[in-house]
T-cell receptor
Framework: GENVEQHPSTLSVQEGDSAVIKCTYS??????FPWYKQELGKGPQLIID?????GEKKDQRIAVTLNKTAKHFSLHITETQPEDSAVYFC??????????FGTGTRLTIIP | ETGVTQSPTHLIKTRGQQVTLRCSSQ?????VSWYQQALGQGPQFIFQ?????ENGRGNFPPRFSGLQFPNYSSELNVNALELDDSALYLC???WGPGQGLHEQYFGPGTRLTVT
């Protein structure tokens, strides 16, 4: 079936440390993997994405890695700051029209 | 460039009633997808509209229906509301569809409460 599993569900890190969130997906045909950040009372904000022809992508303090063989991908946030506190969702496409989301990770940055 | 907007922000309805939610896509985008997000969960795909026609549907009953207009804005209609329909309804706009999925940008959502 179409499934995306995300771990951990909650994560607390000291300000300045790194945070890693991991996701696995079920459909080997999936080729697009975005990450979203959702703050309280707001819609999800696209922060980075990766396509299956790329193994890693970086944007300043944020990076995503993809292992297509193992069907998993990860979000890495370095030098964390208080404003990184939010709920993060991974997603994968199942067909050209549909994103399936993970269950979310609540990230708390401890000052 | 204007982002995705949704109206209303909040809505309270009674079980059995009908509701219409509205979405204006981001400038330059021709595709709108709707998602339902229950409290503490990830968004669930309802359906997508492209060129004013439904282009894919998730596991939602027929009482969830939609429209897309020539200016690419969209409506989500839900008939015979049930308590479980209480959720945040998100609209996402994108360019496509094409080969592979294009980036989807979300609006702020409409919080629907059914009592």
């Amino acid at each position: 079936g179409e499934n995306v599993e995300q771990h951990p569900s909650t994560l607390s890190v000291q300000e300045g440390d790194s945070a890693v969130i991991k996701c696995t997906y079920s459909d080997s045909a999936s080729n697009y993997f975005p990450w979203y950040k959702q703050e309280l009372g707001k819609g999800p904000q696209l922060i980075i994405d990766i396509r299956s022809n790329v193994g890693e992508k970086k944007d300043q303090r944020i990076a995503v890695t993809l292992n297509k063989t193992a069907k998993h991908f990860s979000l890495h946030i370095t030098e964390t700051q208080p404003e990184d506190s939010a709920v993060y969702f991974c997603a994968a496409n199942f067909g050209n029209e549909k994103l399936t989301f993970g269950t979310g990770t609540r990230l708390t940055i401890i000052p | 460039e204007t982002g995705v907007t949704q109206s209303p922000t909040h809505l309270i309805k009674t079980r059995g009633q009908q509701v219409t939610l509205r979405c204006s896509s981001q400038s330059g985008h021709n595709t709108v997808s709707w998602y339902q997000q229950a409290l503490g969960q990830g968004p669930q795909f309802i359906f997508q509209y492209y060129r004013e026609e439904e282009n894919g549907r998730g596991n939602f009953p027929p009482r969830f229906s939609g429209l897309q207009f020539p200016n690419y804005s969209s409506e989500l209609n839900v008939n015979a509301l049930e308590l479980d329909d209480s959720a945040l309804y998100l609209c996402a706009s994108s360019w496509g569809p094409g080969q592979g999925l294009h980036e989807q940008y979300f609006g702020p959502g409409t919080r629907l409460t059914v009592t």
